[in-house]
T-cell receptor
């Protein structure tokens, strides 16, 4: 079945550093979504992407819909302690057009 | 009022118990979902309801029984669960099931089976 590969699995960084994570799929997608999940809470939508090449920002977060339509990137600039959490990508497309989720990137930020 | 509310937040039950999880959305959406979240695994879609009709059932064991009485409420009835069913159960809603409408999640019910 369809799979999303999300990397890295975890990141441990210092406050102020920039962060980059990505997701790749085996199929062409028409939608990419990025979510953040804090401990004890549900995932919260950060950014939604609907067109190849689209670049969208939400504060210090920037996400891009890859030109090949098989990948997406999320960048966080000047990280702060409250950026800690698990970041999930989700994509829709391929034969089933179902929304599927990546396994998440755990981000830890040291003050 | 948060967009998607789930109760209870935590549930501990024995394998012979019967309990229900409740989800309520205040976003005016017409699609609702149940997901299972286990450690180190992607979110697993369990059920999808659109306009109160079940449109997807992803090979979920019959010990999980969903119910959607209206577009704002979704239940997951549980009976004779197994220890491997311990997980975080997330409810989500969206304004449709096709296209790219993003799903909005509740904070989940942490379920522990003894």
């Amino acid at each position: 079945g369809q799979q999303l590969n999300q990397s890295p699995q975890s990141m441990f960084i210092q406050e102020g550093e920039d962060v980059s994570m990505n997701c790749t799929s085996s199929s062409i997608f028409n939608t990419w979504l990025w979510y953040k999940q804090d401990p004890g809470e549900g995932p919260v939508l950060l950014i939604a992407l609907y067109k190849a090449g689209e670049l969208t920002s939400n504060g210090r977060l920037t996400a891009q819909f890859g030109i090949t339509r098989k990948d997406s990137f999320l960048n966080i600039s000047a990280s702060i302690p409250s950026d800690v959490g698990i970041y999930f990508c989700a994509g829709r497309g391929g034969a089933t057009n179902k929304l599927i989720f990546g396994t998440g990137t755990l981000l830890a930020v040291q003050p | 009022e948060t967009g998607v509310t789930q109760t209870p937040r935590h549930l501990v039950m024995g394998m012979t118990n019967k309990k229900s999880l409740k989800c309520e959305q205040h976003l005016g959406h017409n699609a609702m979902y149940w997901y299972k979240q286990s450690a180190k695994k992607p979110l697993e879609l369990m059920f999808v309801y659109s306009l109160e009709e079940r449109v997807e059932n992803n090979s979920v064991p019959s010990r999980f029984s969903p119910e959607c009485p209206n577009s704002s409420h979704l239940f997951l009835h549980l009976h004779t669960l197994q220890p491997e069913d311990s997980a975080l159960y997330l409810c989500a809603s969206s304004s449709g099931t096709g296209g790219g409408q993003p799903q909005h999640f509740g904070d989940g019910t942490r379920l522990s089976i003894l």
